[in-house]
């Protein structure tokens, strides 16, 4: 099975400057505005505060648009559900051998990891996130490359 295509933001892959452009451009324009990313109305309090929670951490990383809102509310409602299902285990650890009760922790824990994959909120993603920040700085403080780039150092 294919991986699944990332935004040039996050890729380590060698790509020239017009190839960078021209992705970054259609990806902006699909990615659409960044001006209305609030909680769907089905969520619950609980569910609305992990919500904002996201969207305020991820902020600053520019990477969420307005059609991300739905896949940061599913994210929002496993992250609940999960915390729910951890609080009837802690209050009667017998539960944890009910099947039904762990069917449903696992389908929830799986959602969570593939909104996680989605968002990029997996610790190694926000590690790739800044190493490739950091290469990219490092290439437009690089004299050399700038000379090589017909700019002025």
Known sequence: MARPTKSVKTMS???????????????TKLRGAADSISPPEHLNAKQVKIFSYIVEELEA????GNLDVHILG???TAI??????EIIINKDFDK???KSL???????TKEFFRCCNEL???PQSRA???TINFQVKQKEDDPLLQVLAGGKK
Do not use: H, P, V, W
């Not at 790509?15 to 992705?23: A, C, F, G, H």
């Not at 990383?61 to 969420?64: N, P, V």
């Not at 609940?80 to 299902?85: K, S």
């Open 102 to 108: 762990m069917s449903a922790k696992d389908k929830y």
């Open 61 to 64: 990383s520019g990477i969420l």
């Open 128 to 130: 790739k996130l800044g």
């Open 13 to 27: 892959k060698n790509l020239t400057k017009e190839e960078i452009q021209t992705r970054t451009d259609t990806e």
């Open 120 to 122: 990029s909120l997996s």
């Open 80 to 85: 609940d559900r999960i915390q729910q299902i």
């Open 96 to 98: 944890i051998f009910d």
């Open 74 to 76: 599913i994210c929002a």
